[in-house]
């Protein structure tokens, strides 16, 4: 059964930073696009980062640019996501997604599995 598990989530003052971890099992987790996505209360789930499953390609929401950085050991099944200078607004449940294929890889509906989510607070 694939799993994917959010971890590194909690509560940091604006400036600081954060590192998620998405650690997966289940299946051959290096043949797998790993996406990150946010959803703020009374907002929809918007994309952060993605990182194709062999680590040569990745890009990054317009917002985060800059900021964070998502890499992937695949020896370690795990993708982490890289979060600097936060700020408030960027507080959010963060969820990690797979997928097969480099293709509308900022899209949540491309996405075949889901953690659960790990919540990052950032405070003012």
């Known amino acids: 059964q694939v799993q994917l598990v959010e971890s590194g989530g909690g509560l940091v003052q604006a400036g600081g930073s954060l590192r998620l971890s998405c650690a997966a099992s289940?299946?051959?987790?290096?043949?797998?696009?790993v996406g990150w996505f946010r959803q703020a209360p009374g907002k929809e789930r918007e994309f952060v980062a993605a990182?194709?499953?062999?680590?040569?390609?990745?890009t990054t929401a317009d917002s985060v640019k800059g900021r964070f950085t998502i890499s992937r050991d695949n020896d370690k099944n795990t993708v982490y996501l890289q979060m600097n200078t936060l700020k408030p607004e960027e507080t959010a449940v963060y969820y990690c997604?797979?997928?097969?294929?480099?293709?509308?890889?900022?899209?949540?509906?491309?996405?075949?599995?889901w953690g659960q989510g790990t919540q990052v607070t950032v405070s003012s």
């Open positions: 289940g299946w051959p987790f290096s043949t797998y696009v």
């Open positions: 990182i194709s499953s062999s680590g040569a390609y990745t």
């Open positions: 997604g797979a997928r097969s294929g480099w293709t509308r890889v900022t899209l949540e509906v491309a996405y075949n599995y």
